[in-house]
């Protein structure tokens, strides 16, 4: 069967002579292709090399997973004219994160994470995968309170888990449909929250409950009560030393709770952050955040709790709270955001603030929980973006795209 790819020399927005890009579609249909998270606090799909790019296949995208559907783990292989094969199976994804694909950052050339959950019992548990080997190397599962990885530290050695079976009841875009969920009737139960696993050991503690976020918060937050909590996007930040995610509660309502959080490593000081700084931050250098505050997208200093810098103008970055990822080596800032059914990326360039925007890609017309979000992702030279896209193809499947910069 012969492969088709699509190269493409298109038109971009750019303040820069030397900035511009090449798109290059990678996977091709008739199943749909996509990594399904935001190349945020080192979430990079290439292994340690670069030859492989890790994704997932699935063979629909008009609906939510239904309970056990499995979805293909697959390695696109770059040094073979992106030949794509079949490695592992998942029951644990969605079209929004994917399955939380993660290489492991002591062992990046062949072991990367993902989540799965148990065929019979519906638990949901974090599996670590070595490409070498051809086998799961470990399952972190735990019966009691089954979740899943919800973050790598950057430097390795530790993930946090969140229960993703909780969120498919109160925000199904993040969780998995029919999981086994032991917080059934509990608004704020003081077993469930952040989880922190040791990958060596596989010793596992709870970071801090739901129970004490919410005794925590309620002083300044009142609105914490009443309300169902759980948790979104755990990041640790470059150093591994603090963690920051969101307490939400009745998050598609009026008046919901969406609380910024961070502590420590440890799980000690806790504390809020002061300016909601968007829905998508990421970790720069240090304990300093971007974010997006008042139509800007910002530099945010997390122990000061106040924006200390800002990347490029409203003109440059039209939507400051799209998906955000800073590259490995922090001198290039991305920023994905939708506009009229499309999805743009704004590419920039921090030593001198030449900027480039990126061609449309379609968003397919898909929404609410199905929605194709920009989500872009670096690889580890600074040098490509993999991002999604629907293709020019007669069932407008869900496809992979490489953006290269050219400067």
């Given at each position: 069967?012969?492969?088709?790819?699509?190269?493409?020399?298109?038109?971009?927005?750019?303040?820069?002579?030397?900035?511009?890009?090449?798109v290059?579609?990678?996977?091709?249909?008739?199943?749909?292709h996509?990594?399904g998270?935001?190349?945020?606090?080192?979430t990079?799909p290439?292994?340690?090399?670069?030859?492989?790019?890790?994704a997932?296949?699935?063979?629909?995208?008009?609906?939510?997973p239904?309970?056990?559907?499995?979805?293909?783990?697959?390695?696109?292989?770059?040094q073979?004219?992106?030949?794509?094969?079949?490695?592992?199976?998942?029951?644990?994804?969605?079209?929004?994160?994917?399955?939380?694909?993660?290489?492991n950052?002591?062992?990046?050339?062949?072991?990367?994470?993902?989540?799965?959950?148990?065929?019979?019992?519906?638990?949901?548990?974090?599996?670590?995968?070595?490409?070498?080997?051809?086998?799961?190397?470990?399952?972190?599962?735990?019966?009691?309170?089954?979740?899943?990885n919800?973050?790598?530290?950057?430097k390795?050695?530790?993930?946090?888990?969140?229960?993703?079976?909780?969120?498919?009841?109160?925000?199904p875009?993040?969780?998995?449909?029919?999981?086994?969920?032991?917080?059934?009737?509990?608004?704020?139960?003081?077993?469930?929250?952040i989880?922190?696993?040791?990958?060596?050991?596989?010793?596992?503690?709870?970071?801090?409950?739901?129970?004490?976020?919410?005794?925590?918060?309620?002083?300044?937050?009142?609105?914490?009560?009443?309300?169902?909590?759980?948790?979104?996007?755990?990041?640790?930040?470059?150093?591994?030393?603090?963690?920051?995610?969101?307490?939400?509660?009745?998050?598609?309502?009026?008046?919901?709770?969406?609380?910024?959080?961070?502590?420590?490593?440890?799980?000690?000081?806790?504390?809020?952050?002061?300016?909601?700084?968007?829905?998508?931050?990421?970790?720069?250098?240090?304990?300093?955040?971007?974010?997006?505050?008042?139509?800007?997208q910002?530099?945010?200093?997390?122990?000061?709790?106040?924006?200390?810098?800002?990347?490029?103008?409203?003109?440059?970055?039209?939507?400051?709270?799209?998906?955000?990822?800073?590259?490995?080596?922090?001198r290039?800032?991305?920023?994905?955001?939708?506009?009229?059914?499309m999805?743009?990326?704004?590419?920039?360039?921090?030593?001198?603030?030449?900027?480039?925007?990126?061609?449309?890609?379609?968003?397919?017309?898909?929404?609410?929980?199905?929605?194709?979000?920009?989500?872009?992702?670096?690889?580890?030279?600074?040098?490509?973006?993999?991002?999604?896209?629907?293709?020019?193809?007669?069932?407008?499947?869900?496809?992979?795209?490489?953006?290269?910069?050219?400067?």
């Open positions: 069967m012969s492969r088709l790819h699509f190269l493409f020399f298109l038109p971009a927005l750019a303040w820069g002579a030397d900035l511009g890009v090449t290059r579609q990678i996977t091709q249909g008739p199943l749909h996509f990594f998270y935001i190349g945020h606090v080192g990079i290439w292994n340690a090399s670069g030859r492989y790019v890790v997932l296949q699935t063979r629909h995208q008009d609906r939510m239904k309970p056990g559907e499995a979805a293909d783990i697959v390695l696109i292989d770059t073979k004219d992106h030949a794509l094969s079949v490695v592992e199976q998942t029951r644990a994804w969605n079209p929004q994160q994917g399955t939380m694909l993660y290489w950052p002591q062992a990046a050339e062949t072991q990367f994470f993902f989540n799965d959950r148990d065929p019979v019992t519906h638990e949901v548990f974090c599996v670590l995968y070595d490409i070498a080997q051809k086998r799961r190397v470990t399952e972190f599962r735990h019966a009691d309170t089954p979740f899943g919800s973050g790598v530290a950057q390795g050695g530790w993930f946090l888990g969140i229960n993703y079976a909780r969120l498919a009841r109160l925000r875009v993040t969780g998995h449909p029919g999981a086994r969920d032991w917080t059934v009737g509990m608004q704020q139960p003081d077993n469930d929250g989880f922190k696993v040791n990958v060596a050991t596989q010793e596992t503690r709870l970071l801090v409950s739901l129970k004490q976020l919410a005794d925590a918060l309620r002083a300044t937050h009142p609105e914490v009560d009443g309300k169902d909590l759980f948790i979104n996007h755990t990041l640790w930040n470059r150093d591994d030393d603090r963690i920051y995610f969101f307490v939400r509660g009745d998050f598609d309502k009026k008046d919901r709770c969406n609380v910024p959080c961070i502590m420590n490593a440890d799980g000690s000081g806790l504390r809020v952050l002061k300016h909601f700084i968007g829905g998508h931050p990421e970790w720069e250098s240090g304990h300093r955040m971007i974010g997006a505050v008042d139509g800007k910002v530099i945010y200093d997390t122990n000061a709790m106040q924006i200390v810098d800002t990347l490029g103008s409203s003109e440059i970055i039209p939507s400051p709270g799209g998906d955000v990822a800073l590259s490995p080596d922090g290039w800032f991305v920023n994905g955001h939708g506009e009229k059914g999805n743009y990326y704004t590419i920039l360039r921090r030593a001198d603030r030449a900027w480039v925007r990126t061609p449309a890609f379609s968003q397919g017309g898909y929404s609410g929980d199905l929605r194709l979000d920009p989500g872009p992702l670096w690889n580890r030279d600074s040098t490509q973006l993999l991002v999604p896209g629907i293709a020019d193809d007669a069932a407008h499947t869900r496809q992979l795209f490489i953006i290269t910069v050219n400067r």
